[in-house]
């Protein structure tokens, strides 16, 4: 596969989120078209000039899989100022689907998060954070190592394990429904969760800046602000965090999760 670089990877995923914003295409469907950038370069020598082609045209197809109103490619062209022609997405098209063997419903991180929405979780801002998690991923190819199914149970359990610790140990205590659903405890995507937790932590120095901001907006429960990591923050551990370190500087105090506090009968309070 070619490695374009880490600085490289995350300012293309940052174009890519861009165009995505820009067309208003689902979070799926950028999942998609990362998915067929990841297969393809890992079949294909692509050269630096036509990374941005790449880009444009796998999210032109993913788009047209599965967005439910179609986007035009022109809209594609103009958006990213003409960087590419109609003759070169379409050529290119063609190049991707036969590497891909127009196999283009691939299981991907995002559609297992929409797959676990099954769970009893009845917490957006928790699915919010996960699915925030996840995109974060985009940016580092050590994570092609996982299965799309290992990075979604890890972003799930890392937004729990922040956001609601209880509702996270009442799921681990369901074993029977942690394996017929999640099919993965905490301990077994340990290190996948580490790493995830890492990628939060160098969020705010990231070349991709995209991401953050996008999850910062009303759609998303505003779980982009939800950690203020800063330079001086970054060298803590996750845990210092789930000590209360948690920022919710501009988000709205219903758009919060909920604080819970355990009395001494063995009940709990919950204070919105």
């Known amino acids: ?13 940052n174009f890519l989120v861009d165009i995505q914003e820009k067309l ?7 999942s998609l078209a990362m998915n067929y950038i990841d297969r393809y370069m890992s079949l294909a020598c692509v050269s630096t000039n036509r990374l941005l082609l790449l880009g444009v045209t796998s999210l032109f197809i993913a788009s047209k899989f599965e967005e439910v109103v179609r986007v035009p490619m022109m809209a594609f062209i103009e958006v990213t100022d003409h960087t590419c022609t109609v003759n070169e997405v379409q050529e290119m098209e063609l190049v991707i689907l036969k590497k891909l063997k127009f196999r283009l419903a691939p299981p991907t991180p995002v559609s297992f998060l929409q797959y676990l929405s099954c769970l009893p979780l009845e917490d957006k801002v928790v699915m919010h954070f996960a699915q925030y998690l996840s995109e974060l991923s985009y940016q580092n190819r050590r994570f092609l190592v996982y ?19 209880p509702l996270l140990a009442t799921i681990c205590k369901c074993k029977n429904l942690v394996v017929d659903i999640l099919h993965y405890m905490p301990h077994d995507v340990q290190c996948c969760m580490q790493e995830l937790q890492e990628l939060l932590q160098k969020v705010d120095s990231s070349s991709c800046p995209a991401i953050k901001r996008k999850y910062s907006k009303e759609g998303f429960s505003y779980v982009g602000t939800l950690f203020d990591m800063t ?9 210092s965090l789930k000590r209360g370190n948690t920022s919710t500087k501009g988000v709205p105090k219903d758009m919060r999760s909920p604080k819970v506090t355990h009395t001494p009968n063995g009940g709990a309070e919950v204070e919105l």
């Open 231 to 239: 330079a001086a923050d970054s060298p803590r551990s996750i845990s």
């Open 24 to 30: 208003m295409l689902s979070v799926m469907t950028l």
């Open 1 to 13: 596969m070619l490695d374009i670089g880490q600085t490289n990877r995350e300012l293309f995923v």
């Open 147 to 165: 299965k799309p199914s290992q990075v979604a149970a890890a972003a799930l359990f890392v937004s729990l394990e922040l956001l609601n610790p």
